[in-house]
């Protein structure tokens, strides 16, 4: 994949996150696997207003090869890509309803994101939510580690969501996905919801297998 491509794509999906208000600030970060490493957002960047020249470049092991510091999040993606290879790109966020749900003490934490539509089942899959750790904290990489391989999202606990993708665009739809449906999540909490049974999400994990 070539490396200008990939830092444009960056740019113009860090772009439209920001202006669809999936992400604030300084908050939510993307890595992308490129040929040789990894392209990463910087530290207190702002996703809305990314310049492709200073986009973070780490080598495969991980050191930084050019571009500004990296988000203190790194530990947080790179255990996404060792636990799960075919992961071509990660997006957290800390978007509004899946943080919403990521703090609501009573959600499942092996499956926090109900299948309400056949699309958070074919996008998403089923979502844990591991314990808080402090954000930046190594601490959260044995965590995520145990769970990458079966699971393409996460939720943080009271932090966002982390979801992997087999290339950018894929983990930003996931991403999208995933935070659409924690808003229909919370719009209906307490009202008598309908959920796809388990016949139908095995349809449809049949025919859409998640990567
Ligand atoms: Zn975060």
Not at 22 to 50: A, K, Q, Y
Request: with cysteine; hydrophobic share 45%; aromatic share 6%.
């Amino acid at each position: 994949m070539d490396e200008a491509d990939l830092r444009e794509r960056m740019v113009k999906w860090g772009r439209s996150l920001f202006e669809r208000g999936f992400t604030v600030g300084s908050s939510g970060n993307i890595s992308v696997r490129c040929g040789d490493g990894f392209l990463v957002t910087p530290t207190n960047s702002c996703m809305g207003f990314l310049d492709a020249a200073r986009i973070t470049k780490l080598d495969a092991g991980w050191n930084l090869v050019s571009g500004d510091a990296p988000t203190k999040e790194v530990p947080l993606h790179r255990v996404f890509y060792e636990g799960r290879p075919q992961t071509g790109a990660v997006v957290h966020l800390h978007s509004t309803f899946a943080t919403a749900l990521s703090c609501l003490a009573d959600v499942d934490p092996e499956d926090a994101v109900a299948p309400i539509t056949p699309y958070v089942v074919m996008r998403v899959g089923r979502v844990p939510v591991l314990p808080y750790t402090m954000p930046g904290s190594a601490d959260v990489a044995p965590l995520v580690r145990a769970r990458a391989a079966d699971h393409a999202a996460i939720l943080l606990a009271n932090h966002g969501p982390v979801v992997a993708g087999t290339s950018l665009e894929s983990a930003v739809f996931a991403a999208e996905e995933l935070e659409e449906t924690a808003r229909l999540l919370v719009l209906t909490r307490g009202l008598d919801v309908r959920h796809l049974d388990s016949a139908q999400i095995a349809a449809l994990n049949a025919r859409f297998k998640l990567k």
